[in-house]
């Protein structure tokens, strides 16, 4: 099983930038990739920004533009750049395995906590 461990979250005001880094040890299958979920309170969690087999990216529709997911896979480091942070971007970031194209969720990170002020 890979183990996740999350980094970079903190406290900002609106307009500025984060970034956040996943840093995963152990072997991963091929079809497993690796994306950023977050959860705000009182809200159901959601994705923010995945990775695709190909090494393609997407990103959700209310963070496009501001931020930017990226692999290193050399360090096999996973890390989302939020930039222009808005106050309902605050939540808990978390960092998750998964099987390409599914919700079967393999790992998860122990989530590190964003929060913006206005």
């Known amino acids: 099983q890979v183990h996740l461990a999350e980094s970079g979250g903190g406290s900002v005001q609106a307009g500025g930038s984060l970034r956040l880094s996943c840093v995963a040890s152990?072997?991963?299958?091929?079809?497993?990739?690796m994306g950023w979920f977050r959860k705000a309170p009182g809200k159901t969690r959601e994705g923010a920004a995945g990775?695709?087999?190909?090494?393609?990216?997407a990103v959700a529709d209310d963070v496009m533009g501001r931020f930017t997911i990226s692999k290193d896979n050399d360090k096999n480091t996973l890390y989302l750049q939020m930039d222009n942070l808005k106050p309902e971007d605050t939540a808990v970031y978390y960092c998750?395995?998964?099987?390409?194209?599914?919700?079967?969720?393999?790992?998860w990170g122990q989530g590190t906590q964003v929060t913006v002020s206005s």
């Open positions: 998750a395995t998964y099987i390409c194209g599914t919700t079967q969720f393999k790992s």
């Open positions: 152990g072997a991963t299958p091929s079809d497993v990739v």
């Open positions: 990775t695709d087999r190909d090494g393609s990216t």
